[in-house]
């Protein structure tokens, strides 16, 4: 047996450089390469890569526009910590295509975006609190960790802590349940002068929202002077070029991006309407109404560069009809693999995304999702990854890119019912 799991558990917490997974020493490889939807670890063993880097490679691996595009710029410096051309075009390229992003700022995270909004409308308001919907990710940040895999299902909007280390988190949170339009408005209706701002990610997870939801959390937001931040670090240019501003037509006042956008280099960016985002001009330092923003790698022009390439490939015919035919095809085939074994579960997601929840009931929030089989989830997500499917069993949502193709899905969903087979006993 290699000696990696050994190495990698000398030289990292768990054996994983970045978190997630929660593999036993068995699972751990070393990646090597990855090219499309394919990745190879340094034993040369093939995957079928499902997570793609956490949705970060929608544009698909060593896409050859963005590795021109990074050898391009990589010897003409690789951070200025300043405005440059690529950052000034990717901006606005953002704004013509985002209503909510009047004006931007760079950072090098998804959870810096968020953390950033966050401030931001705390700064605007005057106001304390932020809710935040349960089971929600909004990024490492102190929002994000809380009410993430909450079981104590304790009474809305009570916070329940998935972290440790984060205790005055509860006095500045709230959280409601996502689909759930009365229970927000109650919570609203009473905290309405400490709340800052509403924090969702617009398509929460894999679960999309019901018909009127996101109007009326916009609505109660503009009643009650609360600053609506859409998280579209999982959305932005996935769902549609325009992210779920274009795809379900609700406008935020602030907005967060990362992941897809920066083609699979380290990117971040957060916008608003142009007075909230005055909050971080530093002409304001020394008075109360400036809010602190600085990002040492924020808008480097390698990043900005990788997403310029990325964006010009989304931008290319059909993009977002193949990738919505491909999730399509993904859910509909597993789905009809559950059928097949007779497995209760159902297939949830939107665009290129999908996951598999052990429930029949409706999985249209956190609650209802998480009356789902994790065991059963877990088990069938890491006998996939054995079979060669590369995914992060801590969870059971699929990413596709632009890379996947017809055959890809058909190779997966031939895994994907002998993996059911194994973890459900029904081979
Ligand atoms: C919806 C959402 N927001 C924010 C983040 C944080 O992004 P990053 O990991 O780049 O900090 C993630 C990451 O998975 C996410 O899914």
Known sequence: MSNTPKRALAAFTGGISNGEYGLGPEDIVVMERGQG?????????????????????????????????VTRQAPLGSNFAFLNAQVLELAEEIQSVSPAAERLRFCASGTEATMYCQRVARGYTGRRKILKFEGAYHGANETGVTSLFPNKMLDFPTPELTSAGTPHVADLLLVAPYNDLATTRAIIDEHKDDIAAVIMEPLQRCTPPLEGFLEGVRALCTDNDILLIFDE??????LAYGGAQEYYGVIPDLIAYGKAMGGGYPIGAFGGRADIMEMVNEQRIG??????????????PVSCAAALAALSVYRQPATYERLHAMGRM??????DILEKRQITGQIIGDGPLAQVVFTDQPAINYR???????QRGR?????????????????????????????????????????????????
């Open 330 to 335: 993904l859910r509909s085939g597993m789905a």
């Open 379 to 427: 088990a069938t997500m890491l006998a996939l990854l054995r079979k060669g499917v590369f995914l992060n069993p801590m969870g059971t949502k699929l990413y596709l890119s632009i890379a996947h193709d017809e055959a890809v899905i058909g190779e997966f969903l031939g895994r994907f019912d002998e993996a059911l087979g194994e973890a459900t006993g029904s081979v």
């Open 233 to 238: 670090v999982v959305t932005g240019f996935r």
């Open 287 to 300: 008075g109360n109404d400036y809010v602190w923003m600085a990002s040492t790698l924020g808008g480097n």
């Open 37 to 69: 939807c394919h990745l190879w670890d340094t034993t040369g063993r093939e995957y079928l890569d499902f997570s793609m880097a956490w949705g970060s490679c929608l544009v698909g691996h060593a896409r050859p526009e963005v590795v021109e595009a």
């Open 368 to 374: 209802g999702t998480c009356k789902g089989d994790k």
